[in-house]
Structure formats: structure tokens, C-alpha cells
């Protein structure tokens, strides 16, 4: 039962995390701008390097209005703390390399994002990091894909842009009997229609560009920590994540396992991703993120009954032979979505236009509300075209392989009225039935 | 840190987190002796200050929690034996012992069975007795995960610990719950929830043991303590004659104010040893 001692999710995303700040009464959480924060005295400034207290040094590492966003992240998802980056793909990147390095192994959904493709398959192999990618429904590949060497498991909670719905606790099941550790990209849920954690993955990330921040106004990324996976355990039966639990001579000799029992995980990627990489955020996007989570129950809630309308259209009209929702019994996904997914599906979806690529593009270049973009999550609506932007760099075989077709078109539903958006859609529609 | 201690339930080994450091039995020592459902991992912030600043540090898992193996113990009275034979056992011939909670009622009692070995006492949101409600040992029984959640709720008295524990971007709900749900899951025989708070519920010998103490003692407090209320420990207070030191936190005084922590468990550990308590 929601109460001050145990706040909703609604109480949570207003209040995790903030309080009115002690030194002005600001009740909205101020932006904290500014690269460091002054020592008491040299012994506090050692202790706090030594991890003896707990505290800001340097914005790169810690920020006080990047840790509101932080924790309230990680309290809205259910984790035991979390880390605010400079984008979705820099949490990904922190993600894999706090317990992945030359020689590892990744085992990923083939129904990713085209960045995420692009960071696992072209570059972290340079640095001597593989992937294997395995269609997120075939159990069988991804047991059979996992090595001595490989460090996690991850795929999305919908798969872009296909909206493969991942079979978390399967999945998180087979990396559990593997000694590994599930990762899952949350973007286009969010907190609001799914909590991963709840079902079995142990570490997750978010795009905070999308949903979180809702406006379309900031890049920033949120990787965030169940604390529940043993990295002692794992490590003593299957010798794997000696980074989270011998000595770490790079900080200390610190054995973060021995630190943190839930947060050894967040403790080496801020201590040494964050101070290493670099790859942290403004407290100003901070601050951004945090207002548009003030609202995301509204929002979402709004984006899911749009895009129902929307498919609902899209999918009895002629001229579109194809909607990919999992809410729709047509989806392959459906029965598994509505087992994990009963608050919605989202608002980020794809469908197939019937006719050529040259129609294809007319019906784009005919919108007027929709905006022809390279982002989804957004409070106005978007449209792109993935096999000539997002998922460019796959050849036709790959593309395939993630369920993308050359006349796919992805929208991201937005909030404005619906009857507007049908408006539109009915007209380009029409534009290109005859082009 | 391993240890093999010869305790109440026989030989066991047991892990002991040392502030980072190799432990030294030639320097003062400090021991910290966590509650119900945690670990050691609720002391390392002051831990690893105590031992980069001059001190033998001693956090135990105790029995059946986290990484010290075996059955829980079903008794302060067993727990504090068995935390005298973890000193026998490091080389720690005399120490001040820093308790929370459960914790709180070992350190007293084995302050009470040992005063020569104990030179200062610290009692951090403790309460005597710590009587534990029937409902509450009630869903611990039924359904322990539930009851973590209610104690975790009552625990932590902010949404908005600062600045966290045991660093920035730290969920203190979320952290509190996963250890305690982690700590749970681990024993396959035994209802850790249970045990533990019925070790609390069923101590009474807590004034007898008091009597006995002879180091000076302080008590840490949360104002907004709601699992051990501080009005609850005056009788205690009076009878070990101890310093009260009352925090802005709730019962989680470790995580909501560590520096504030710091600053009176350094000040409980300075005061002079010929000083009476209070």
C-alpha cells in the first residue's frame, strides 16, 4: 500500500531522490553547475579519496543534481542506484566495460537499436570485445552462444524497431544458470510498462534522450543496478568478474565486492568508467531529464493511448499491408506482451506501407505533423525510415535478420490530439497511394 | 579478511572486512557489528576511515550473512560469544565495539561477558528491550520478503538521503531491500528474517549485561527512528550511564549521515578512558 514509507510510482517520480535544498529552501531541485566542490580540510579531501566519505569531488565522477536524477532513476525502476551518462550509448559502453575487456564475449539480441549494433559489432571488436548476436526468441542460440569467456547477456525490452518482445525471465534464467548477468536496454518501456528488475534482469539502461526526458531537448543515458546479481558467487564458480572482486590496483587495490555487496557494480563504473572514459553528463541535461520524469506517468499513459489509436487506423487501412505492435494478435510477440507488457506496449512502432520505395517516400515527405527524425520518445510525433538511417550500415541479409523490411517505416507517437495525427497519416497515406 | 572462530555453533570460517587495509592486531581496534538483515557492507565508509587513520578494523559478516558461512545463531547471547572468539581468532586482544541495532544488543552483551576487552561501547539505533511487534514476527514467518519491505520502509526515514551511501546515485530504499532480499535468499535452511528478529525480540539481558560494562559508552540515535524509537533507550542510557548522541536520521543512521556517524563515533572513541560515561 503507497504511503510516505512506501511512495507509488507516481510519489517517486516527483520525489526520489530531491528534497528542499538545505542550503536555500529551493524546493525544485537546483542545477548544480559547477566542475568541483570545495575540501573542508586536507584530511576530508583525502578521506573522500579514499572513499572514506561520501561526497562530490568533481563532476565528471559525481554531481548533486546528476545524483537526484540518479536515484530517482534507480528508485522508479526498482535498483539499488544507478549512473547518469553522457547518452545512451555511453551507459551501454560503461555497462560492458566495468566487467568486460580483451578477450571477452557478449552474447546480444540481433534486434537492437543500429547504434548498439554498430558499438558491439564494428567497434568494442577492436578492442578485442566479441559479440554473438542471436535472435531474441531462439532460447537454444542463446545457450548455446554463451563461452568461458563471455561477460553478459543483453537485448532490449522491445526490440528496435521490429518490437521483438524480450522473454526476460527466460532469458535472465539461462544467464543465471550461466553465472552471467542479463542486461537490458529499457528505452522504449520505461519504467511505466515494464521494470525489468522484476522480472529478472540484473542490469539495465535507458536512452534518458527518449521517454525519460520526453521533450526532445537533451542526449543523456541511465545505467542502472538491481545490486542483486553475486559477483562473488559467480566469480568463485566460474572465475569470471575478478574486476568486481580481487584488488583493483588502479583504485586503492579496493575489492568492490567487498565494499559494496549490492553496489559493486556502480562503485567500478563510477570509479574508474566515469573518472577513466569520461563519459558523464551536464548536470543541466540532468536537470532537464529530471523535469520531463515529473510527468513521464502522465506522458506515458498519453503516448500509449495515441499510439493505439494510430495502429488501430493503420492497421484496417488498404494501403498498409503490415503493423508491427505486439498488442495486435498479429505480432509474434502478442501472447508475451500481454503477460509482460499490460500497461502498454509503448509508442514506438513500425509498419509496412504496400507499393514501392518511391511511394515510401512520398508518404514521408507528405506529413506535416509527424517530423522526419533520427529519434524516437519524443512529445511531438516522429517518423523515419530505419533500412536508410538508423539501420543503414546492414546489408539486406542483417536487416532481415532484425526484422526490418526496405518499405519499413517507424513512428514515434506522440501527444498531440489524435484526431490530428489520423488527419495526417490519412492524407500522406493518400499522397502516396498516388505518387 | 577470513578468520576461522571457534564459536558457539563450533569451528566456522568467517569474513571479517578490514577498511581496505591488512589488519594489524598491534593497533587500537575497532570492531562494527552490523543489525538484522545486513552485513558488513553498512560499515565500510566508516571502516575504511577508521582504518586509514591509525586502527585494527574489524566489520564481521556474523553467522549466516553474507560471506561468513553456517546457520545463523539464534541468541545475542550466542552472537556475542561467538564475536569474542572472532577477536581470539584475529589476534584482537582488547576493542571499542560499534553495534547498530541487533548489532547494538551483541556488542552490549559481549561488553557485558568481557569488559575487559571492550574500551569503549557505541550503541547506534538501539533500544532496550528491542521488543518486536507479533505482527511483524508474524509476516516474517509467512512471508519474510514482505516483511523486508515493511521493515525497509520504517527503516529509512528520507526519499532523499545525501549524499547517499555509500556514494552519490545510491537508491538507500533500493539498496537497504536487495541486500536484505539477497541476504534472505542465500539461507536455504533457515528464515533469516525471522531469526534475526527474533534475536532482537527475545534478548533479556540487557540490563544485567549493562551493569557489568565498564567502558565509557555512547548511544547514537535517530530522531526519526521508527523501528527503535529513542525514547525506547532511555532505561538503557541510564543504566550504562552513557553519552546520547541523537542524529537527524531515521533507524538507517549508517546511510542517511555518515559524516555525522563519523563524527560521533570518532568523538565516542577519542573521549578520554578515565572519563565516567554520561
Same mark, same amino acid.
Given at each position: ?6 511512495p ?36 576530508h579531501?583525502a ?19 546528476n545524483?537526484v ?5 534507480a ?8 549512473i ?5 550509448q555511453?551507459a ?9 575487456g ?27 570485445i ?7 526468441? *531462439? =532460447?537454444? +542460440? ?10 553478459l547477456?543483453?537485448? %532490449? #525490452? !522491445? ?13 535472465a ?10 542486461l ?12 525489468p ?18 521533450h ?5 543515458g ?7 546479481f ?18 583493483y590496483?588502479?583504485?586503492h587495490?579496493?575489492v ?10 556502480l562503485l ?5 568508467g566515469?573518472? *577513466? =572514459?569520461? +563519459? ?13 520524469? %515529473? #510527468? !513521464? ?24 499491408a ?16 500481454q ?11 513500425s509498419?509496412?506501407?504496400r507499393?514501392?520505395r ?10 506535416k ?27 539486406d ?20 490530439d ?18 | ?25 598491534s ?50 547471547e ?17 576493542a571499542?565495539?560499534?553495534?547498530h ?44 520478503f ?9 527503516s529509512?526515514s528520507?526519499?532523499a538521503?545525501?549524499?547517499s ?20 535468499m ?24 549493562a ?24 532505561a538503557?542510557?541510564e ?20 559524516d ?5 563515533v ?6 578520554p ?6
Amino acid at each position: 500500500m503507497p504511503g510516505y514509507a512506501n511512495p507509488g510510482f507516481d510519489t517517486l517520480a516527483l520525489h526520489a531522490g530531491a528534497a528542499p535544498d538545505p542550503a536555500t529552501g529551493a524546493r525544485a531541485t537546483p542545477i548544480h553547475l559547477t566542475t568541483s566542490f570545495v575540501f573542508e580540510s586536507s584530511e576530508h579531501a583525502a578521506s573522500l579519496f579514499n572513499m572514506e566519505r561520501s561526497g562530490h569531488v568533481y563532476s565528471r565522477i559525481s554531481n548533486p543534481t546528476n545524483a537526484v536524477l540518479e536515484e530517482r532513476v534507480a528508485a522508479l525502476e526498482g535498483g539499488a542506484g544507478s549512473i547518469a551518462t553522457a547518452s545512451g550509448q555511453a551507459a551501454l559502453h560503461l555497462a560492458i566495460a566495468t566487467i568486460a575487456g580483451a578477450g571477452s564475449h557478449v552474447v546480444a539480441s540481433s534486434a537492437l537499436y543500429g547504434g548498439s549494433h554498430n558499438l558491439l559489432h564494428y567497434t568494442l571488436s577492436r578492442f578485442g570485445i566479441s559479440t554473438s548476436f542471436v535472435k531474441p526468441g *531462439d =532460447f537454444a +542460440a542463446w545457450r548455446a552462444a554463451i563461452r568461458p569467456e563471455t561477460k553478459l547477456l543483453f537485448g %532490449e #525490452t !522491445l526490440g528496435n524497431p521490429g518490437l521483438d518482445v524480450l522473454d526476460i525471465p527466460t532469458v535472465a534464467a539461462i544467464a543465471h544458470e550461466n553465472d552471467l548477468p542479463l542486461l537490458v536496454d529499457s528505452t522504449f518501456t520505461t519504467p511505466w510498462l515494464m521494470k525489468p528488475f522484476e522480472h529478472g534482469a540484473d542490469l539495465l539502461y535507458h536512452s534518458a534522450t527518449k521517454f525519460l526526458s520526453g521533450h526532445g531537448t537533451v542526449i543523456g543515458g541511465v545505467l542502472v543496478d538491481s545490486g542483486r546479481f553475486d559477483w562473488n558467487a559467480a566469480t568463485a564458480r566460474s572465475g569470471r568478474f575478478t574486476e568486481l572482486t580481487r584488488p583493483y590496483e588502479g583504485f586503492h587495490d579496493m575489492v568492490f565486492s567487498d565494499e559494496s555487496t549490492v553496489g559493486a557494480f556502480l562503485l567500478r563504473a563510477r570509479r574508474e568508467g566515469l573518472r *577513466d =572514459f569520461g +563519459a558523464s553528463m551536464s548536470p543541466h541535461t540532468a536537470w532537464l531529464i529530471l523535469q520531463g520524469i %515529473e #510527468t !513521464l506517468p502522465l506522458r506515458m499513459a498519453r503516448h500509449v493511448e495515441n499510439a493505439r489509436k494510430v495502429v488501430a487506423f493503420l492497421a484496417g487501412h488498404d494501403g498498409v499491408a503490415s503493423v508491427g505492435y505486439p498488442e495486435l494478435e498479429s505480432h509474434p510477440d502478442h501472447a508475451l506482451a500481454q503477460r509482460l507488457l499490460p500497461r502498454g506496449c509503448g509508442s514506438v512502432f513500425s509498419f509496412g506501407l504496400r507499393g514501392s520505395r518511391e511511394q515510401g517516400r512520398a508518404f514521408i515527405e507528405a506529413l506535416k505533423l509527424f517530423s522526419h527524425l533520427a529519434n524516437v520518445g519524443d512529445c511531438r510525433s516522429l517518423v523515419i525510415h530505419p533500412a536508410s538511417t538508423t539501420h543503414f550500415r546492414m546489408d539486406d541479409a542483417a536487416l532481415a535478420r532484425a526484422g526490418i523490411g526496405p518499405g519499413t517505416i517507424r513512428l514515434s507517437i506522440g501527444l498531440e490530439d489524435p484526431d490530428d495525427l489520423l488527419d495526417d497519416l490519412k492524407r500522406a497515406l493518400k499522397v502516396a497511394a498516388k505518387a | 579478511m577470513k578468520f576461522a572462530v571457534d564459536g558457539p555453533g563450533g569451528r566456522g570460517e568467517a569474513y571479517a572486512y578490514t577498511g581496505g587495509k591488512r589488519l594489524d592486531a598491534s593497533l587500537p581496534a575497532i570492531v562494527f557489528v552490523h543489525g538484522a538483515m545486513h552485513d558488513h557492507s553498512v560499515w565500510t565508509l566508516l571502516a575504511r576511515w577508521f582504518a586509514h587513520h591509525g586502527h585494527a578494523v574489524l566489520a564481521p559478516d556474523l553467522p549466516g550473512h553474507g560471506q561468513s558461512i553456517g546457520k545463523p545463531l539464534e541468541s545475542v547471547e550466542a552472537i556475542a560469544d561467538w564475536l569474542l572468539a572472532l577477536l581470539d581468532a584475529a589476534g584482537v586482544d582488547e576493542a571499542a565495539l560499534v553495534g547498530h541495532s541487533m548489532g547494538s544488543l551483541i556488542a552490549l552483551e559481549a561488553a557485558g561477558r568481557a569488559p575487559a576487552r571492550v574500551e569503549r561501547l557505541i550503541m547506534v539505533g538501539t533500544a532496550y528491550p528491542m521488543a518486536v511487534s507479533a505482527a511483524l514476527l508474524e509476516m516474517g514467518e509467512r512471508d519474510p520478503f514482505a516483511a523486508i519491505d515493511s521493515v525497509n520502509a520504517l527503516s529509512i526515514s528520507t526519499l532523499a538521503g545525501k549524499p547517499s551511501y555509500p556514494g552519490p546515485g545510491t537508491w538507500l530504499h533500493g539498496a537497504d531491500r536487495i541486500l536484505a532480499r539477497r541476504l534472505q535468499m542465500a539461507q536455504r535452511d533457515a528464515n533469516l528474517f525471522l531469526t534475526d528478529f527474533r534475536v532482537c525480540d527475545r534478548y533479556r539481558g540487557g540490563l544485567e549485561a549493562a551493569a557489568r560494562v565498564t567502558c565509557p559508552t555512547t548511544l547514537v540515535l535517530g530522531a526519526r527512528d521508527q523501528m527503535t524509537w529513542p525514547k525506547h533507550a532511555s532505561a538503557l542510557a541510564e543504566a550504562l550511564r552513557a553519552r546520547v548522541v541523537t542524529l537527524p536520521t531515521g533507524h538507517s543512521v549508517m546511510s542517511e549521515d555518515p559524516d555525522a556517524l563519523l563524527a560521533a563515533v570518532r568523538s565516542a572513541v577519542a573521549a578520554p578512558p578515565e572519563t565516567p560515561a554520561g
